[in-house]
């Protein structure tokens, strides 16, 4: 089976740089990704990595070690707006599909 | 509209009862995903669509839950006989072929009193 593992809180200021952390345990592996939720709002795609290294998306960068079965997401110059849920998603190697096993998510405060 | 939609927004029904949950994906989606999110937790995958046949209905929790898709587009989740640990948000993503992103709708809250 699958299991992820990452932090269930994290709290920040405003302007700071936050690392959240994910490790997770796989029959298989294709790739890992991170979705932001808002209270009460669906979750939205952050970012996927597939090979190892960073992924850099704006503000927004997502780190991936195959080797350690691990990965990041981190956020810089923090805003209140980045107050989320962040949660870390593997898609198996044996899953044409695409499912994705979620993690059970951080929850991100930013504080001015 | 561009985006995932899903009807009802919220439900409340009485144990026993049966529901019915709508999702209409993104036009030209081919895969389709059904996941159940409870209070403060993270996604269950509950079941895949893709173009009409499902085939990955692992997450599904009991035979009381079912789905089916049609002309490819719009799914339909049936929970039968409802139970109060039915109780969730349930969420559908549809998704483009090539591509991993997930495009997930703004979800069902129900509630089974």
């Known amino acids: 089976g699958q299991s992820l593992e990452q932090p269930s809180e994290v709290t920040a200021v405003e302007g700071a740089i936050v690392q959240i952390n994910c490790t997770y345990q796989?029959?298989?592996?294709?790739?890992l990704s991170w979705y932001q939720q808002h209270d009460g709002g669906a979750p939205t795609f952050l970012s996927y990595?597939?090979?190892?290294g960073l992924e850099e998306t704006g503000r927004f960068s997502s780190f991936l070690s195959r080797s350690d079965s691990y990965g990041y997401l981190l956020l810089q110059e923090l805003q209140m707006k980045d107050s989320a849920s962040y949660f870390c998603?593997?898609?198996?190697?044996?899953?044409?599909?695409?499912?994705?096993?979620f993690g059970q998510g951080t929850e991100l405060s930013v504080k001015p | 509209g561009a985006g995932v939609s899903q009807s009802p927004s919220n439900k409340v029904t009485e144990k026993g009862k049966d529901v019915e949950l709508r999702c209409d994906p993104i036009?030209?989606?081919?895969?389709l995903y059904w996941y159940r999110q409870s209070l403060g937790q993270g996604l269950e995958f509950l079941i895949y669509?893709?173009?009409?046949?499902?085939?990955?209905k692992s997450g599904l929790p009991s035979d009381r839950f079912s789905a089916e898709r049609t002309g490819g587009s719009v799914s339909t989740l049936t929970i039968q006989r409802t139970q109060q640990e039915d109780s969730a948000v349930y969420l559908c993503?549809?998704?483009?072929?090539?591509?991993?992103?997930?495009?997930f709708g703004p979800g069902t809250r129900l509630t089974v009193l």
């Open positions: 796989t029959s298989g592996f294709y790739g």
């Open positions: 993503a549809s998704r483009a072929r090539g591509v991993d992103e997930q495009f």
């Open positions: 669509f893709q173009g009409n046949s499902a085939p990955d």
């Open positions: 990595n597939a090979l190892d």
């Open positions: 036009s030209g989606h081919t895969a």
């Open positions: 998603a593997v898609r198996d190697k044996d899953n044409q599909g695409g499912k994705l096993i």
